[in-house]
């Protein structure tokens, strides 16, 4: 076979992604997949009953408008639209009080004013704050690192005094931010329940700026789903990566990326070697490009021992269920909302992740809820609900928090009892909610690696978004950006920075980089190797 300009393993949306920005360079691009069919984590099927539309992994996606990367490919043009919900996101509490985000700010003041009339104005004053700020901040969250132009642009914004302020509250835990910043628990339950779509607690540093960053975007552009379902957004980049001369090749797993004189030049696949004339972009983890994918010679001693001290994201629990009716939440706001936080207060999200941070099975899971129907009416037939709820769990469970069950996930009581956990927590909020369970399709974090080698155990993010390992330490020491030390070969996963979320900006930097990389980007190399140190 003939040499491509470009291979890309894995046809993730960070794959995907990388590819179209290269096709439209004018690169002839292969996208490797192992699975039999794209898309990585954004697919959906029936998998719980006839009719029923399940998002098999991620499922709302405001990184994917929120920022450039994604909306700036025109999918919409490719056959993708969007759909929102009445109401973005609920946070009931059992004593029947309900915190509520919405696109309409005035629906979301009123609602945490009733925790507190004062929060209000203090809700309104950070949605100000994020509207003066998003244009830089998102662009300089998204971009390798240092964000030059957009961090200028961020820093003149700011200003010295201010910029200093904000740069602490980007270390704040949502607990301290809401204790400074509010007076009534309903903001303070927007923030933390968006901070545990990743696996920072309400304690953990830096989890203010992740609950807001959510929470702020839900505020202004929702939480959209692709209408006919996850997969209706991986099908749209295929599309206009095949419009663009790039090509999709499903059930091809790569083995090994090949190097030759310390520069990627292919891979081999199926016993075939395909060749690479201009990069190899991978998008895959870190620990897998490293130590899975390259030969253990050309990995410096240095760079394999902080792979070994990669730190993954909490393991994961996901059921479907194809519903009867609606979910008979005891609260009616809670109807309208498209994703559902189920954690109680503050103080239950803590004790939550305290037992994760333990390793133990959470006696009252936080779940993340999806009332998928109620977001899009394609979803499921007319007067039922395609639902799901995911929640954070260890990988090796070492004990059970409420002292009931024992063993790991392999163990099918624990599978049973904490399947029996999830849908009690949720009858605790909706009364009858059993009753209207017509199939369930059930993943736990060996399944869900199963179908995505990327989700090691189950981990969505690609590695976890404590301040430990973002910035200059994703996903290791260096220099936070995706050029490896080897020339021509690119990091283009979650596990590169900016990290997890469905927003493409990590296959677009390794895109980037990749067309820079034998101009300007030799002295990214260079320093690249510096750091990562010498080889064998």
């Not at 098999?56 to 929102?84: I, K, N, Q, T």
């Not at 999200?349 to 959470?362: D, I, K, T, V």
């Not at 920075?497 to 990389?517: F, K, L, T």
Request: hydrophobic share 45%; net charge neutral; glycine share 12%.
């Amino acid at each position: 076979m003939s040499a491509v300009d470009a291979i890309v393993i894995g046809s993730g949306p960070n794959g995907l992604v990388a590819a179209n920005l290269l096709a439209d360079a004018g690169w002839e691009v292969l996208v490797l997949e192992a699975q039999d069919a794209p898309g990585g984590a954004v697919k959906s099927a029936e998998v719980t009953a006839t009719g029923f539309v399940s998002d098999l992994f991620s499922s709302f996606y405001p990184l994917a408008v929120g920022s450039s990367v994604l909306r700036d490919l025109h999918l919409e043009g490719h056959g993708l639209s969007w759909c929102h919900a009445p109401s973005v996101l609920a946070h009931p509490l059992l004593d029947g009080r309900t915190a509520l985000l919405s696109r309409d700010l005035a629906t979301t003041s009123r609602s945490v004013a009733e925790f507190d009339s004062r929060d209000a104005a203090a809700w309104q004053g950070e949605v100000s704050r994020w509207q003066d700020l998003a244009p830089w901040l998102v662009q300089t969250l998204m971009t390798p690192f240092p964000p030059l132009r957009a961090g200028v642009g961020l820093a003149r914004r700011l200003g010295v005094r201010d910029g200093l302020r904000f740069a602490r509250f980007a270390t704040l835990s949502v607990r301290r931010f809401a204790l400074e910043s509010f007076h009534g628990q309903g903001a303070a339950l927007l923030l933390a329940g968006n901070a545990l779509h990743t696996d920072l607690g309400p304690e953990a540093a830096g989890s203010a700026v992740f609950g807001w960053l959510l929470a702020m975007l839900g505020q202004t552009v929702g939480f959209p789903v692709p209408a006919g379902g996850a997969g209706a957004l991986s099908a749209a980049l295929v599309r206009r990566l095949q419009s663009a001369g790039g090509r999709v090749q499903c059930g091809s797993p790569v083995s090994q990326v090949l190097v030759r004189d310390g520069r990627a030049i292919g891979v081999r696949c199926g016993g075939e070697t395909l060749r690479a004339g201009r990069a190899v972009l991978a998008d895959v983890s870190a620990p897998a490009l490293y130590l899975d994918l390259l030969d253990g010679g050309l990995v410096p001693a240095r760079l394999r021992g902080d792979l070994e001290r990669f730190a993954w994201d909490d393991a994961t629990v996901k059921v479907d269920w194809a519903l009867s009716g609606p979910v008979p939440w005891t609260n009616t706001d809670v109807a309208g909302a498209g994703t559902v936080h189920l954690g109680g207060g503050l103080d239950d999200m803590s004790r939550f992740a305290h037992s994760l941070a333990l390793g133990l099975l959470p006696a009252e899971p936080f779940l993340l809820f999806g009332q998928m129907t109620t977001a899009d009416p394609s979803r499921s037939p007319a007067g039922t609900e395609s639902a799901w709820a995911y929640t954070h769990v260890p990988a090796r469970p070492r004990g059970d928090s409420a002292g009931v069950l024992s063993g790991g996930w392999g163990e099918p009581t624990v599978r049973r009892g904490f399947l029996d956990r999830i849908e009690a927590r949720v009858e605790q909020f909706a009364p009858g909610f059993r009753d209207l369970v017509m199939g369930r399709h059930i993943a736990f974090p060996a399944d869900l690696e199963a179908a995505n080698a990327n989700l090691v155990d189950g981990c969505l993010n690609g590695g976890t978004s404590d301040l430990y390992q973002q910035l200059i330490f994703r996903p290791t020491p260096g220099l936070g950006r995706p050029e490896t030390h080897i020339a021509g070969l690119f990091l283009a996963s979650a596990s590169a920075h900016p990290g997890g979320g469905v927003h493409g900006a990590c296959g677009a930097n390794a895109a980037r980089a990749a067309m820079r990389s034998r101009t300007s980007g030799r002295l990214a190399l260079a320093a690249t190797r510096a750091l990562a140190g010498p080889t064998q």
